[in-house]
């Protein structure tokens, strides 16, 4: 395994960052309070003043203050696999979308946007990346992650406490659900989602009526996963990025723990000029091909790709 994601991973409980304007601190698993990074991309704890131009994004973060960046770590966690994606495809993608989440319904690739006066939800051309269809949120609204159950889509806002209700073909919106907290990723298994918050615990939630009814507590090597994002539900294991890496974890539902972990590092466009905190973001699987598409937050290139050992 790589000695960057496993140095990474080693102090993964204790996660910090540098945030103007706003920060967090939320419990441990052992009640003790840590210190974790403060939001998904913005710094204000509030919606900026009206204007359709405004936008504020992460401008410093930094590793965990107890990260040893010597220390090399020779061999992953038992249990623990290591996968790298391997391209089937590269198509375009808007590179002005601060990508949120990414499903496939019926094959159409339905894609959630996020900031302050940007947000919307769309329909994308996953070949092309032509916008065929966009449903802006309000200004006061940071779009979050998105997913489909029951032919309803879920988009959930990051600080509002509302995740929309939309019709997954037209994108019109048909209601709404109120939640504490913040709202991150979410993905749907058969009887209940699951949505992040940017913490180390997934809260599980069922799919009529939003209502919390468990939770999940994610662990490498016995040590909480803090900065959870964007998720996606396949076949009985939950996919989720790690907010500020290039790391998509592969997450055992019934016990919370890591079971692999994909080395996205490869996928980073290398022709154009990205943010700090410009990073891989959106996971959607198509059941037609087996395939997992991907992108990141401003990236000009999707990638449809398979996660396989690494070599």
Not at 138 to 163: C, H, M, Y
Not at 166 to 181: C, I, N, R, V, Y
Request: hydrophobic share 40%.
């Amino acid at each position: 395994m790589p000695a960057r994601l496993l140095r990474q991973l080693a102090t993964i409980g204790v996660a910090a960052a540098t945030v103007v304007g706003c920060s967090r601190i939320e419990p441990s698993s052992d009640g003790a309070a840590v210190s974790t990074i403060a939001s998904d991309p913005t710094t204000s704890s509030s919606a900026p003043a009206t204007s359709a131009s405004t936008t504020t994004s992460v401008v410093e973060a930094t590793v965990p203050t107890t990260l040893d960046t010597t220390t090399t770590v020779p061999t992953a966690a038992a249990g623990v696999q290591v996968l790298v994606p391997e391209i089937v495809n590269r198509y375009p993608h808007d590179p002005l979308a601060f990508t949120q989440g990414l499903e496939f319904h019926d094959d159409a690739l339905i894609e959630g946007v996020g900031e302050y006066g940007n947000s919307a939800r769309r329909i994308v051309d996953p070949v092309t990346g032509t916008v065929t269809a966009e449903v802006k949120l309000p200004l006061e609204q940071f779009g979050n992650g998105i997913t489909v159950s029951n032919d309803r889509l879920v988009q959930l806002t990051w600080k509002a406490g509302r995740a929309i209700v939309a019709d997954p073909t037209t994108l019109e919106a048909t209601g709404q659900f109120d939640f504490d907290g913040e709202g991150w990723g979410i993905c749907a298994e058969a009887d209940r989602l699951v949505m992040s918050d940017g913490s180390s615990r997934l809260t599980v939630r069922d799919p009529a009526s939003f209502e919390a009814t468990g939770s999940i507590d994610v662990t490498y090597d016995g040590q909480p996963v803090s900065n959870l994002n964007e998720l996606e539900c396949v076949d009985g294991v939950i996919w989720a990025n790690r907010w500020l890496t290039s790391e998509i974890l592969q997450i055992d539902p019934s016990t919370g723990a890591v079971t692999a972990i994909v080395d996205a590092q490869s996928l980073i466009p290398t022709d154009q000029t990205l943010g700090q905190e410009d990073v891989l973001n959106g996971i959607a699987y198509r059941a037609s091909s087996s395939t997992f598409f991907v992108t990141g937050k401003r990236w000009n290139t999707m990638y449809e790709v398979r996660f396989v050992p690494a070599g």
